[in-house]
């Protein structure tokens, strides 16, 4: 009930300032109209609140120059937390038994402070290798996206030649996850020991689950072998050297108004409920950064990049990192 009365009085005290500020209204329509939003009077109404808050939430991140990230507006910003949420997608299943212990803060901080003046690692994001930047949309299949690109990553890697294996197979085909309900990527890499469909062959990324149709498609990948990484630093930098890992993180309301800069939040300590990939690592001004590639699209973040504090387990980044192995066709 208290919660509820909170909100209320929140969407009352938005809702009095959105009939008093024109420039509030100025940046509610460039919005709409740069995103291609078009509303009810109802829904119009519902959705400026949101995007007033998130307007908020930018100005008073991006007030102050020191801050180590900005923030900025992007599809995200007048979306309702359901809206946001169906963007996610790591399924709500624990991994309780994840190398037999927790992470050790303790332990994270002094390896942090041993490597951050020597960090100069790979950066993947201009690779032949490295496919551009994907949109899972609004169906919870990060799972997915972020078992794909090292995958593809790595039969690239034995080939010599760039390659481009298909989301939609496994959001279709992969029972032992649940599509647009959520997954985790090593269960996707057990299941694509059969083999990845080509992108081209299977079908195009729908953002919807369909009836599974590989039969006749062409193999574009397979997997050879998976391991979860040592939740280390060092571990995750040593793994990097090879190509893109996948990791989970926490995403809280902040992260999805992510610009530019290294992101850091104080409030991401919940359960992991995102999928992305690292592909690479450096630091800027003394402060060491993971270079993580999202799957919301090029519009979002540094074009569909973010960059996240390294050595303190930001948002739970380093908790659950993984590598995978392409096989020989």
């Not at 309780?96 to 402070?113: A, C, H």
């Not at 062409?218 to 630093?233: A, F, R």
């Not at 090879?242 to 919940?270: E, K």
Request: charge should be negative.
């Amino acid at each position: 009930m208290m919660t509820l009365f909170i909100w209320m009085l929140l969407v009352s005290t938005i809702s009095a300032t959105l009939f008093a500020d024109p420039q509030l209204d100025s940046k509610w329509e460039f919005h709409k109209e740069s995103n291609r939003k078009v509303y009810t009077a109802e829904e119009d109404a519902m959705h400026k609140q949101y995007f007033a808050l998130t307007d908020r939430h930018i100005e008073r991140q991006n007030r102050f120059r020191r801050r180590a990230y900005t923030a900025a507006h992007n599809d995200f910003s007048d979306m309702s937390p359901d809206e946001k949420k169906a963007h996610l997608g790591l399924s709500a299943m624990k991994k309780t038994n994840f190398l037999g212990r927790k992470w050790s803060p303790g332990i994270q901080n002094r390896t942090f402070e041993i490597q951050y003046t020597i960090l100069d690692g790979p950066d993947y994001r201009t690779n032949r290798c490295l496919q551009p930047i994907r949109n899972q949309g609004s169906c919870g299949s990060c799972w997915a996206f972020t078992a794909i690109t090292p995958l593809e990553f790595s039969q690239c890697s034995l080939t010599g030649t760039p390659v481009t294996l298909s989301e939609q197979h496994l959001v279709d085909c992969d029972s032992a996850n649940y599509g647009c309900s959520g997954g985790w990527y090593d269960t996707a890499w057990e299941f694509l020991k059969d083999g990845s469909m080509l992108d081209e062959e299977y079908g195009r990324y729908t953002a919807t689950e369909k009836t599974c149709n590989a039969e006749n498609s062409v193999i574009g990948g397979k997997v050879l072998s998976y391991e979860w990484i040592d939740p280390s630093t060092e571990a995750m930098m040593e793994a990097l050297q090879d190509g893109p890992i996948a990791v989970a993180l926490t995403v809280v309301n902040s992260f999805y108004s992510y610009g530019s800069g290294i992101y850091y939040a104080f409030n991401c300590r919940a359960a992991v409920n995102h999928a992305v990939v690292i592909v690479g690592y450096g630091s800027e001004l003394g402060v060491p950064y993971w270079i993580v590639r999202n799957s919301w699209g090029e519009t979002w973040g540094d074009g569909g990049y973010m960059l996240i504090r390294l050595g303190v387990n930001m948002c739970n980044i380093e908790q659950y990192p993984a590598r995978v192995t392409a096989k020989a066709l």
